[in-house]
């Protein structure tokens, strides 16, 4: 019964990792526009649906915010964010190992 769950919607059998979010401003960056540690599943960074979800539920995007595109350099996995209707969003969301 697990398994089907799992695999019907999308849960991961390996676990998840924890994350500290660093949200960076194109015009006017602070160091203090940070967050953490977040949980998120190890099967979200399969693609952008997926991770747009989970960070949507772990709070780090706000209701209706999609991920445009996301890479992964090194340990980090850097997101570039969207938001309907907002011209001043974030610019990136980076994600490191806590």
């Known amino acids: 019964m697990s398994r089907r769950l799992r695999r019907r919607y999308g849960r991961s059998s390996t676990g998840s990792a924890q994350y500290m979010?660093?949200?960076?401003?194109?015009?006017?960056?602070?160091?203090?526009?940070?967050?953490?540690?977040?949980?998120?599943?190890?099967?979200?960074?399969?693609?952008?649906?997926?991770?747009?979800?989970?960070?949507?539920?772990?709070?780090?995007?706000?209701?209706?915010?999609?991920v445009r595109n996301f890479r992964v350099e090194g340990e980090k996995v850097v997101i570039f964010p969207s938001a309907p209707g907002l011209t001043t969003y974030w610019h990136a969301i980076i994600l490191t190992p806590a």
């Open 21 to 66: 979010v660093r949200y960076v401003h194109k015009i006017s960056p602070s160091d203090k526009d940070v967050m953490g540690p977040v949980t998120i599943r190890d099967g979200a960074f399969s693609n952008r649906k997926t991770l747009g979800a989970a960070l949507r539920g772990a709070g780090v995007l706000m209701a209706g915010a999609s």
